[in-house]
């Protein structure tokens, strides 16, 4: 367990992309005092939160279903294998121990002090957000024993439901506590989280409350559909705060990215270009399958499909592990296939906007569509249609603003997202939420998830695809329009995809005898994962 402890900093991606880097960490300059604050950590945890977060959704370009190798270049490896191993996206793992253990320092230093309580719930609420990551996609994971330092240098795995209901409970109070903060009138006050401070919310008490409840939400619909957590769900539904609401904003970090090494947008960074202007993808477009969502074979998007895609409707797309390919197989002269805009120096629309834009950490879409399944199973009270519709203008919305968030002339997401739904799909059970039938009312809200998801949070769009098999595949199918199963697939299960990822061999090394026992690529799942 040495990188539970030792602050190890994020390393290269294991499966062919270029990377996110910890941005803005002040603990790697050499120069700087041995010694901090909460003032201090607080602000860098979450500029990290976001670059790990990164990590996770460029670790799913590939095994999600969203881009594909190119043509002329080979040795893709176990990215078109699948054949991954325990060196395969231990970043992932590190990454979110080394930010806990920000979030834990910050909250060890501010318990019981109440000047500091909105510090402390905002340490819980991102050290939560960023454990269900690491729980969606290892499962049982160190928690109870973890980020205890010396203390205990082997801690014991937890169950992952165990942590889910913890990390339910921290929010829970987290939310009480900011509100209890708010109550306050007299000089005891605690003290306000400055603007400058605050790279996610701005210092705003309420969207963090929200966020915190959206991130709840998310929990518990994945636990609700679990037959053994079932009554545990219920009753925190229940319980769930409906009046502190839900985001209805897009939850971006932004701590003053901007055009420059190590400082620019880490989603930009992966997608569009480097601070030098060299384009970061060179050797990946998008899948069939994905564009299937957009150029009219399942759906027609053409208002995201030309923000998102250069070359749209006819980018240059592949099924990943396909080497049989044209010349033509290949990302846009000087460019990459996910950046719009003219030029490096030109920043635009879609999802790889500009270096300066905000870093999603979670969308108001996803929110949205959190709700509208809440909705239609009767976990909560309220219109799923409604919020379905809202899902997809939070999506439009989006993807037409520019990298200050800012909207774009000639660009009307809420005209582009009505003719969406009524000139292009108007008769689409994808598009148009259907009146009856809860799997086909499922099926459209995790759809259009997915596609809200698309190289933005491709981690948790597997893992909804995981979760409730939406969108749907056809097994083993040679069309990749139908699958997104890569065609050298080593995969043994009927849809040749993997289960989930292996614990990385340094817990093998240090952690030995805690380490679950028989967990495979293909085999073993995550406990939502009921499909």
């Given at each position: 367990?040495?990188?539970?402890?030792?602050?190890?900093?994020?390393?290269?991606?294991?499966?062919?992309?270029?990377?996110?880097?910890?941005?803005?960490?002040?603990?790697?300059?050499?120069?700087?005092?041995?010694?901090?604050?909460?003032?201090?950590?607080?602000?860098?945890?979450?500029?990290?939160?976001?670059?790990?977060?990164?990590?996770?959704?460029?670790?799913?370009?590939?095994?999600?279903?969203?881009?594909?190798?190119?043509?002329?270049?080979?040795?893709?490896?176990?990215?078109?294998?699948?054949?991954?191993?325990?060196?395969?996206f231990t970043n992932l793992f590190s990454g979110v121990y080394?930010?806990?253990?920000?979030?834990?320092?910050?909250?060890?230093?501010?318990?019981?002090?109440?000047?500091?309580?909105y510090s402390n719930a905002i340490a819980r609420i991102m050290?939560?957000?960023?454990?269900?990551?690491?729980?969606?996609?290892?499962?049982?994971?160190?928690?109870?024993?973890?980020?205890?330092?010396?203390?205990?240098?082997?801690?014991?795995?937890?169950?992952?439901?165990?942590?889910?209901?913890?990390?339910?409970?921290?929010?829970?109070?987290?939310?009480?506590?900011?509100?209890?903060?708010?109550?306050?009138?007299?000089?005891?006050?605690?003290?306000?989280?400055?603007?400058?401070?605050?790279?996610?919310?701005?210092?705003?008490?309420?969207?963090?409350?929200?966020?915190?409840?959206?991130?709840?939400?998310?929990?518990?619909?994945?636990?609700?559909?679990?037959?053994?957590?079932?009554?545990?769900?219920?009753?925190?539904?229940?319980?769930?705060?409906?009046?502190?609401?839900?985001?209805?904003?897009?939850?971006?970090?932004?701590?003053?990215?901007?055009?420059?090494?190590?400082?620019?947008?880490?989603?930009?960074?992966?997608?569009?270009?480097?601070?030098?202007?060299?384009?970061?993808?060179?050797?990946?477009?998008?899948?069939?399958?994905?564009?299937?969502?957009?150029?009219?074979?399942?759906?027609?998007?053409?208002?995201?499909?030309?923000?998102?895609?250069?070359?749209?409707?006819?980018?240059?797309?592949?099924?990943?592990?396909?080497?049989?390919?044209?010349?033509?197989?290949?990302?846009?002269?000087?460019?990459?296939?996910?950046?719009?805009?003219?030029?490096?120096?030109?920043?635009?629309?879609?999802?790889?906007?500009?270096?300066?834009?905000?870093?999603?950490?979670?969308?108001?879409?996803?929110?949205?569509?959190?709700?509208?399944?809440?909705?239609?199973?009767?976990?909560?009270?309220?219109?799923?249609?409604?919020?379905?519709?809202?899902?997809?203008?939070?999506?439009?919305?989006?993807?037409?603003?520019?990298?200050?968030?800012?909207?774009?002339?000639?660009?009307?997401?809420?005209?582009?997202?009505?003719?969406?739904?009524?000139?292009?799909?108007?008769?689409?059970?994808?598009?148009?939420?259907?009146?009856?039938?809860?799997?086909?009312?499922?099926?459209?809200?995790?759809?259009?998830?997915?596609?809200?998801?698309?190289?933005?949070?491709?981690?948790?769009?597997?893992?909804?695809?995981?979760?409730?098999?939406?969108?749907?595949?056809?097994?083993?199918?040679?069309?990749?329009?139908?699958?997104?199963?890569?065609?050298?697939?080593?995969?043994?299960?009927?849809?040749?995809?993997?289960?989930?990822?292996?614990?990385?061999?340094?817990?093998?090394?240090?952690?030995?005898?805690?380490?679950?026992?028989?967990?495979?690529?293909?085999?073993?799942?995550?406990?939502?994962?009921?499909?």
């Amino acid at each position: 367990m040495k990188k539970i402890f030792n602050g190890l900093l994020i390393v290269a991606l294991a499966v062919g992309f270029t990377s996110c880097k910890k941005y803005l960490d002040i603990n790697e300059n050499p120069n700087s005092s041995t010694e901090s604050t909460p003032a201090l950590v607080l602000p860098q945890a979450i500029v990290n939160s976001a670059a790990v977060s990164q990590s996770y959704n460029s670790a799913y370009y590939f095994p999600g279903g969203f881009a594909a190798n190119i043509y002329g270049v080979g040795s893709y490896g176990a990215s078109v294998t699948y054949a991954y191993t325990a060196g395969s996206f231990t970043n992932l793992f590190s990454g979110v121990y080394n930010n806990a253990t920000d979030y834990q320092y910050v909250i060890d230093n501010t318990a019981g002090n109440s000047s500091l309580v909105y510090s402390n719930a905002i340490a819980r609420i991102m050290k939560s957000f960023m454990f269900s990551k690491l729980v969606d996609q290892y499962n049982d994971v160190p928690y109870s024993e973890a980020l205890k330092g010396s203390a205990i240098l082997t801690p014991k795995y937890d169950k992952a439901e165990d942590i889910y209901k913890d990390l339910v409970a921290q929010l829970t109070a987290s939310i009480k506590a900011i509100t209890d903060g708010q109550a306050v009138t007299s000089a005891n006050k605690p003290a306000v989280v400055a603007s400058s401070t605050d790279p996610l919310f701005k210092g705003d008490m309420n969207l963090w409350k929200k966020f915190a409840n959206t991130v709840k939400l998310r929990l518990l619909i994945k636990m609700a559909g679990v037959p053994a957590q079932s009554a545990y769900a219920t009753t925190e539904f229940a319980a769930l705060s409906t009046s502190v609401g839900f985001l209805e904003t897009d939850a971006l970090v932004n701590p003053g990215y901007l055009k420059e090494a190590n400082r620019q947008n880490p989603l930009y960074n992966s997608l569009a270009f480097g601070s030098d202007g060299v384009r970061s993808q060179a050797q990946a477009v998008p899948t069939i399958w994905i564009l299937t969502f957009y150029n009219g074979t399942k759906i027609s998007d053409q208002g995201r499909g030309y923000a998102i895609y250069r070359g749209f409707p006819s980018p240059a797309v592949n099924r990943l592990g396909e080497e049989n390919l044209p010349s033509t197989v290949v990302p846009p002269a000087g460019s990459t296939s996910w950046f719009t805009g003219t030029d490096a120096n030109t920043p635009y629309i879609g999802v790889a906007k500009g270096p300066a834009q905000g870093q999603p950490i979670l969308l108001a879409a996803e929110s949205r569509f959190l709700q509208a399944e809440a909705f239609a199973r009767g976990y909560l009270t309220g219109s799923a249609k409604t919020a379905f519709d809202e899902g997809i203008k939070a999506s439009f919305k989006y993807i037409y603003q520019d990298q200050a968030g800012a909207a774009i002339a000639g660009w009307d997401y809420l005209s582009e997202s009505a003719a969406y739904q009524t000139q292009e799909n108007p008769n689409n059970p994808l598009v148009n939420y259907p009146a009856t039938g809860l799997q086909a009312q499922i099926e459209a809200i995790i759809t259009q998830k997915y596609i809200a998801m698309n190289v933005i949070h491709c981690d948790e769009a597997f893992n909804e695809f995981k979760r409730t098999g939406f969108p749907k595949i056809v097994d083993g199918s040679s069309d990749g329009r139908l699958t997104f199963a890569s065609k050298q697939s080593q995969s043994t299960r009927p849809d040749k995809l993997i289960s989930r990822i292996l614990y990385p061999s340094q817990e093998y090394s240090y952690n030995p005898g805690n380490v679950p026992a028989g967990v495979t690529l293909f085999g073993s799942r995550i406990f939502w994962d009921l499909n």
